[in-house]
């Protein structure tokens, strides 16, 4: 199963320009050819994606992923560690968690920000709203897939948290204003 990230833009939208766009971020654009991610957007609009491969690993939507941390302790009773040792152990090993999750969540706001900084430059060039869509596929990206539920934005009123919360599987319109 791979993550990907759908960039819905106007049909009248110059192709050049968006392409422009998202390549000074790093970026290219390729046309997602799905029929309901197509019916779901309706007429005038473009799917497409927005890397080469996948995004998995993408911190747009990613707020509502449990971080991954499990403790040792368990292990360290078999090996026959005392109590004291175990709380002094794992004492150390949720510090270096802390800051692991600390720079995730710093790694996690920066990619965010680069989104948030696509997005204006897009609204800035001439379109009214965009599209995103942050969802797993288990197979083609062109498969037949269920119509995804629907949230508006205003731009004005989005952060880069309201990016890192959106919701996996929703198509997310965001407004210009």
Known sequence: ???FITLFLPTSFPLDEAAAIMQRSGRRLFAQA???LQAAAGPGWQPWLSATHCDCG???ASAGAPPEWKSDAERWRKKGWSEAKIARAQAEQTARHEQDQQ???EQALDDAGQWLQRIDALLGAGAARIGLLVR???GSVGA???KPPERRW???RLAAADLLAFEPGTLEWIERG
């Open 154 to 156: 205003s731009r004005a």
């Open 1 to 3: 199963m791979c993550t």
């Open 144 to 146: 037949r897939q269920a």
């Open 136 to 138: 797993d596929y288990d």
């Open 58 to 60: 993408t911190a747009l």
């Open 34 to 36: 799905s029929p309901s």
């Open 103 to 105: 720079m995730v969540r």
